[in-house]
């Protein structure tokens, strides 16, 4: 089945301490993204991914890294994370930069910092 | 920066009845999608709109995109309670790359 999977699926951890979000998809495709998403704000994009190796910032990046290693793997990183992290995390990917359809969506991450 | 604007924040219906929702959003365009977002879960594509269409259909779904009026909007028709959902409008940029921005999206409530 084509989909995007991220793990882990819920999360609470404590300020400072160093996590991985991890997210892969089975479909080959160049473009992944990382959104969160927080009441009244929607879906902010922190990081994209045009394909292996090239990674740019999105509207919210402060506080995140990523890397683009394999294709189909695409973590996301909080070297310290902080109470204002507290959010839902989505992974997303479509076939390429130019492709002109629909993102595939993992099921999301739901993380506490506490 | 926020692109799409929802409207209305929340809509309660009765099964059988239309639903409406509508976007607006700020700068040009490539294209605008819909997706529909269960609780907590991740978002399910629905249907995609081009700057140069006015109107598309897909099952119960139709929408329309005014490029003038900088603005698109979502009907679902006979609705059923397994449509309740969030509705976001996703609007991809005009110029140098790729980006989807979503809006805040819509609370539809179909009540049985």
């Known amino acids: 089945e084509a989909q995007v999977t991220q793990n882990p699926r819920y999360l609470i951890t404590v300020t400072g301490k160093k996590l991985t979000v991890t997210c892969s998809q089975n479909?080959?495709?160049?473009?992944m993204s990382w959104y969160r998403q927080d009441p009244g704000l929607g879906l902010r994009q922190i990081y994209y991914?045009?394909?292996?190796?090239?990674?740019d910032k999105g509207d919210v990046p402060e506080g995140y890294k990523v890397s683009r290693k394999e294709k189909r793997n695409f973590p996301l990183i909080l070297e310290s994370p902080s109470p204002n992290q507290t959010s839902l995390y989505f992974c997303a990917s479509k076939p390429g930069q130019a492709y002109i359809g629909g993102y595939t969506f993992g099921s999301g991450t739901r993380l506490t910092v506490v | 920066s926020q692109q799409g604007e929802e409207d209305p924040q929340a809509l309660s219906i009765q099964e059988g009845e239309n639903a409406t929702m509508n976007c607006s959003y700020k700068?040009?365009?490539?294209?605008l999608q819909w997706y529909r977002q269960n609780s907590g879960r991740g978002l399910v594509h629905l249907i995609l709109?081009?700057?140069?269409?006015r109107e598309k259909h897909s099952g119960r779904l139709r929408v329309t995109l005014d490029t003038s009026k900088k603005s698109s909007s979502l009907l679902i028709t006979a609705s059923r309670a397994a449509d309740t959902a969030s509705y976001f409008c996703a609007t991809d940029h005009s110029g140098g790359y790729q980006k989807v921005t979503f809006g805040t999206g819509t609370k539809l409530q179909v009540i049985p």
């Open positions: 700068t040009s365009i490539n294209n």
């Open positions: 479909m080959n495709h160049e473009y």
């Open positions: 709109i081009r700057s140069n269409e």
């Open positions: 991914s045009m394909n292996v190796e090239v990674t």
